[in-house]
């Protein structure tokens, strides 16, 4: 076996690595041959009628651990596969099948063969069916033929399960405790087993593709969910890394530092799926609600009352805290084939977020806030709203005109709604510069460190060859975001942040320092930070983060957190 | 003599996975003989995962139930309950 380092790239689930052997995990069983001398129909069909109550006694004890694991609304997916175990139609087609002399594993097969290939040729929630009949199938094959599937439930410990593909029920069975990772050929950041690795806090890498498959059984293996790879016989450094990345216990309730400053620990919220693992997580609301994931994979724009019912959804899976809905965000990188955007010499600094939202999307604008404030007064928790990529003073004082005028039509239609929270999300280097103009005009400003880095230091987030540059712990975006948290509350503003650093358990310590009041992030590393903040003390973090500030190059920046 | 009833789908998904399962778990529950089908289309087995789920239905949608048998209004009932109940609202 060779023991050369060998780097896979796919799409990171979950932002945590993991480290350990290659358990390959194969669900398609063998057909057994058919016998010479025919089969005994009678005795085919009894161990049909077994296999359909195994399978029922095996989805109700994974359906339980899945919905304490996972969540109830995951662990309903286990219901349909009991309804399709049970399916007359499959039944009186296995049983046709025995009769022109198949035994029952082979007959199972054929009886599915039709249908699975029927949902195949649909499109979206109907090829999921195509899955679960899959599913279904091979678990009836394997109960058939006493399959020495690998058991997902009782991997040793430090396994790393590499598949072409994962069903919702393989994913439910590893457990976190003592799998390390997996990593799928497949699947993209919102299939199935990427949103429950990452309620689970599973390391994960998915959509490999076929490279993934040339990865010996047993090989040593570093699943990097952060970067997004699959690294073959890691380094020592490597693994190190990965093996000291510790998990806190949940909190469920608002923190406060050691010396009783309350932070507000939240979730950034890119899916729909995502808020119920946020919740238990224990996140305090949601700090950054994409609203994009509405207007993809779709033909035309979601309407008012789809949007409002989301909205609704969100706040009332956090009675107690509160949700801030960023409005739609497209250009740059991000695509909606039905929106046209133009093609532009440089997307990132081109029409994108709030300047499309004045432009040329003024209508999806209104419609958006329409909801926006109808939901304010319908749902459970504190809504806020916030706008992207606003650049100057003209821009916000017409998104809050906007805002007026719907909450005006509104009121004259008689409709219920009320004014949320507003507020401004800093990612330009002029936003950071008169954020106090902003905060004298809005309720709260949230920092997005992914692009305000790229702004601020002019380096692409998607290009390697500056990524050294792209980083926030530069002290020049250390600078622009302390300016940034002065001016918000001087102007009685509160100030989060919503980038990926507020989720980096390494520097929690200096965001308190910073002064920020909020921080969100992906779901996975809330227990962490929570963790991280409980242990904070304030004046020592303000310590800290002066340092940071004054220091002179990122290399001591970093050296500073690491002394602390 | 068959009863039928047409019910517009409330759930957000239509009629799949957990809706899906609970209205095929509820039709074999009943002794009347249920189908299920759009309101101008074919009808299909209301007691078949593959068959309900293969109709597509969408929420908003309009599903027209035939019931017939010895409880079949009380089929009919149980039916259009869950086809008019929010998911998240549906037992667990």
């Known amino acids: ?564 | 003599m068959s009863t039928e009833r047409t019910v517009t789908v409330v759930p957000e998904d239509g009629l799949h996975a957990r809706p899906a399962a609970a209205f095929v778990e509820a039709a074999n529950e009943h002794d009347a003989d249920v189908e299920v089908g759009t309101p101008d289309g074919d009808l299909v087995a209301a007691g078949s995962m593959i068959a309900v789920t293969s109709l597509g239905v969408a929420e908003g949608d309009d599903v027209r139930l035939v019931a017939d048998g010895d409880d079949a209004d009380a089929a009919l009932d149980a039916l259009a309950a869950i086809l008019t109940t929010p998911e998240d609202e549906l037992d667990a």
């Open chain 1, 1 to 564: 076996m060779s023991t050369e380092r060998q780097v896979l790239s796919g799409t990171g689930a979950t932002p945590r690595a993991g480290v350990g052997t290659v358990v390959w995990y194969d669900p398609e069983t063998e057909l057994p041959d058919l016998p010479a001398d025919g089969v005994d129909e009678a005795a085919e069909r009894e161990r049909f009628e077994a296999a359909r109550e195994t399978a029922e006694a095996e989805l109700e004890r994974e359906r339980e651990r899945t919905a304490e694991r996972v969540g109830e609304a995951e662990a309903a997916v286990f219901d349909a596969h009991v309804q399709f175990v049970n399916d007359p139609t499959i039944a009186d087609a296995v049983e046709a099948a025995i009769d022109d002399g198949l035994p029952a594993p082979n007959a199972v097969h054929e009886a599915f063969a039709d249908h699975i290939e029927q949902f195949e040729g649909m499109d979206g929630r109907m090829a999921e069916r195509a899955d679960d009949l899959r599913d279904v199938r091979d678990r009836l094959v394997r109960i058939l033929t006493d399959g020495d599937r690998v058991d997902l439930a009782a991997l040793p410990e430090g396994a790393v399960v590499l598949a072409e593909r994962l069903t919702p029920s393989d994913t439910a069975q590893l457990n976190p405790e003592r799998v390390a990772g997996f990593a799928t050929a497949t699947g993209g950041r919102t299939s199935h087993a990427a949103i429950f690795a990452r309620s689970l806090a599973l390391p994960a890498v998915v959509g490999v593709g076929d490279a993934l498959l040339d990865v010996p059984d047993d090989a040593d293996v570093l699943v990097d969910g952060d970067a997004g790879e699959l690294v073959v016989n890691p380094t020592d450094e490597e693994r190190e890394a990965a093996r000291t990345e510790e998990t806190a216990e949940v909190r469920p309730d608002p923190i406060s530092t050691a010396d009783g400053k309350a932070i507000e620990v939240a979730a950034n919220v890119g899916q729909h799926a995502e808020v119920e693992p946020a919740v238990e997580r224990g996140a305090d609301g949601i700090g950054l609600y994409r609203t994009e994931f509405l207007f993809l994979d779709r033909e035309s724009p979601p309407d008012e009352d789809e949007q409002f019912e989301t909205i609704v959804e969100a706040l009332d899976a956090f009675p107690e805290g509160r949700v801030v809905v960023r409005t739609l965000d497209v250009g740059g990188d991000k695509g909606v084939p039905y929106l046209d955007l133009p093609e532009e010499e440089n997307p990132f600094l081109g029409e994108r977020g709030i300047r499309r939202s004045l432009g040329p999307d003024a209508d999806l604008f209104e419609t958006q806030l329409r909801a926006l404030l109808r939901a304010a007064a319908a749902g459970d928790g504190d809504l806020a709203v916030m706008f992207p990529l606003v650049a100057t003073v003209e821009e916000l004082a017409a998104a809050l005109e906007r805002v007026d005028e719907v909450a005006a039509d509104l009121e004259a239609e008689g409709v219920d709604y009320a004014r949320p929270e507003l507020g401004v999300m800093i990612e330009t280097p002029s936003a950071a510069f008169v954020a106090d103009e902003f905060a004298e005009r809005v309720d709260f400003l949230s920092i997005g460190t992914n692009d305000l880095a790229q702004y601020v230091m002019a380096a692409a987030r998607e290009n390697d060859r500056v990524a050294d540059l792209h980083d926030p712990l530069h002290p020049g975006v250390l600078r622009a975001i302390h300016h940034t948290v002065q001016a918000g509350h001087e102007g009685d503003a509160w100030v989060g942040m919503c980038g990926e650093m507020a989720g980096d358990p390494e520097v929690t310590e200096l965001l308190v320092g910073l002064g920020l009041d909020e921080l969100s992030m992906s779901a996975v590393t809330i227990p962490d930070v929570k963790a991280n903040v409980e242990t904070t003390d304030t004046d020592a973090a303000a310590d800290l983060a002066a340092d940071a500030r004054a220091a002179d190059t990122r290399t001591k920046v970093l050296d500073r957190i690491h002394r602390s």
